[in-house]
Structure formats: structure tokens, C-alpha cells
């Protein structure tokens, strides 16, 4: 799998809740931000799913289209839902040629996306992708670990993409966080 580069995502299943956060930067190559506020996790299926991608915007797009439509088509159930996007993305020319990644989860499963064909569930509950993707996720399992009886999801998700921005020129601190 290829380092998509230029945001950070992040998502956890903590103490029966989840959340999902993401930065709002939009980079233009290596040097130039484009845009402060873009929205990189949104809610799919009546609300009840959380989706947020790594990579180019139109490329996300497509995918977040091709996954709705999947998870409508396989009435919600994510992990279908998922599989047959991994499938029909890898199995496609043009598809094969997105540059993104996504998470996805619901109340019960996480689940990262990808166009080489993975679809993978953690161990721990806890996934991040994109350019900051290995500090949030370092910082999310070091709170889990240390301080989880004490922070929510929420707080975690918050803390852990605040810790990315810290670090990663390509991560912001305008974090849009959405909680199940």
C-alpha cells in the first residue's frame, strides 16, 4: 500500500462509542495549501456510518459514491458493503487508477479500504491513514492504553489528530470530528 499523502484520518472504537476525525487541509503538491476547511469524514446511510478518505478529493468522491451506493445496496451492512468496493475497485482499470484510501465504520466495525484490495478490521479498534496517519494512530493507542478509562472516543480522536497537526506539515488543526 502507498503513503497517500496530505491529510490525516483517524477512527476508534472506544468504550462502546466511535469517533472519527479529520484535518481540513487541502495541499496542492508539496508547497502550497489550498484550502484550510475541507470536510474529509462525512456520514453515509442515514447517518448511521462514518466514512472519511485519504488521497485526492475527486478520487474520494468517487469512491464515497461507489461505497454509499454499495452499503445501500447491501442494506447497511458495512463489511459487505466494503468488500464488494475493494473488489470492484481493484478488479476495474479505471477505478485501479485512484489515489485514495478510506475508513469506514459503524457502531460494531472499523474498516480500512483500499484499491489494492484490502479490507482490514484492527485489533485494537483503532485505525489512521494519510501523511500524519502513523502520528495520530501512535498518539491514539498511547491514550487508549494509558489514559482510556479516563477520555471518551471523542476526546482520544480529538487528541490524537491535534497530535498529528503538531507534527505533520500536511495535517491542520481544523479537525472536523463525527461520533456515533
Not at 479498534?125 to 498511547?142: E, M, V
Request: glycine residues 10%; negative net charge.
Amino acid at each position: 500500500m502507498g503513503q497517500i499523502h496530505a491529510t490525516t484520518i483517524f477512527a476508534i472504537h472506544h468504550k462502546g462509542e466511535c469517533a472519527m476525525a479529520g484535518d481540513g487541509q487541502v495541499t496542492l503538491g508539496n508547497a502550497v495549501v489550498m484550502k484550510h476547511t475541507a470536510r474529509k469524514v462525512r456520514r453515509l446511510f442515514n447517518g448511521k456510518v462514518l466514512a472519511g478518505f485519504a488521497g485526492s478529493v475527486a478520487d474520494a468522491f468517487t469512491l464515497f459514491e461507489m461505497f454509499e451506493a454499495k452499503l445501500n445496496e447491501y442494506n447497511g451492512n458495512l463489511q459487505r458493503a466494503s468488500v464488494e468496493v475493494a473488489k470492484q475497485w481493484r478488479g476495474d482499470k479505471m477505478l485501479r487508477q485512484l489515489e485514495a484510501m478510506l475508513l469506514v465504520m459503524d457502531e460494531s466495525t472499523l474498516l480500512l479500504v483500499s484499491g489494492t484490495g484490502e479490507v482490514i478490521e484492527p485489533d485494537d479498534g483503532i485505525l489512521a491513514i494519510g501523511s500524519g496517519g502513523n502520528y495520530a494512530l501512535s498518539a491514539g493507542r498511547a491514550l487508549k492504553k494509558h489514559a482510556g478509562d479516563h477520555l471518551s472516543a471523542k476526546e482520544i480522536a480529538e487528541a490524537a489528530l491535534t497530535t498529528a497537526a503538531d507534527i505533520c506539515v500536511f495535517t491542520n488543526h481544523n479537525i472536523i470530528l463525527e461520533v456515533l
